[in-house]
């Protein structure tokens, strides 16, 4: 299921490539994504459960990848933005998608499959894991943040 399941993101994603050869600009990918929205959440946004069903995710919805993929691709985190393609190069935009393909399969080997958030933390402290390695996940609020110069670590009061 797995290996469909990623095949799947990227037929998903590089669907509309053939009907679509030239330069794609942000908001031109966004369109084409949003062309296929309800395959993105009702076949690719699907983690297994306990009784080995694969559903809709609760956590990963197509709206928040889109709402995410906008900053990251127009505006970034610490000067580092998402490639979704470049006028610059021939097919630019299809190295955009592939790499949109790319992100989404590595996102269902590490989290979607499981309907767990990518903020899980298996740092062991005194052989134990701390009630901190849960703090700010789905929905859970974090109360300190420290911007540093490229990432952001966050420390919760326990």
């Not at 399941?5 to 994603?13: F, H, L, P, S």
């Not at 996940?137 to 990432?151: H, M, P």
């Amino acid at each position: 299921m797995m290996i469909r399941t990623i095949a799947a993101a990227t037929c998903i994603v590089l669907t509309f490539c053939i009907q679509h050869t030239h330069s794609l600009l942000v908001n031109d990918v966004l369109n084409a994504l949003d062309d296929v929205e309800g395959n993105i959440d009702n076949k690719l946004f699907l983690y297994q459960t306990p009784a080995f069903q694969w559903i809709p995710s609760s956590v990963y919805k197509y709206q928040d990848f889109r709402e995410s993929l906008t900053v990251m691709a127009t505006e970034g985190v610490a000067g580092k933005k998402f490639y979704i393609g470049d006028d610059d190069v021939e097919n630019g935009h299809v190295y955009g998608l592939v790499n949109i393909a790319a992100f989404l399969a590595q996102s269902m080997k590490e989290t979607i499959q499981y309907d767990a958030c990518d903020e899980n933390s298996w740092d062991l402290v005194g052989g134990k894991y701390p009630l901190s390695n849960a703090c700010g996940q789905l929905g859970q609020s974090v109360s300190i943040s420290i911007v540093a110069d490229y990432f952001i670590p966050c420390i919760c009061v326990v």
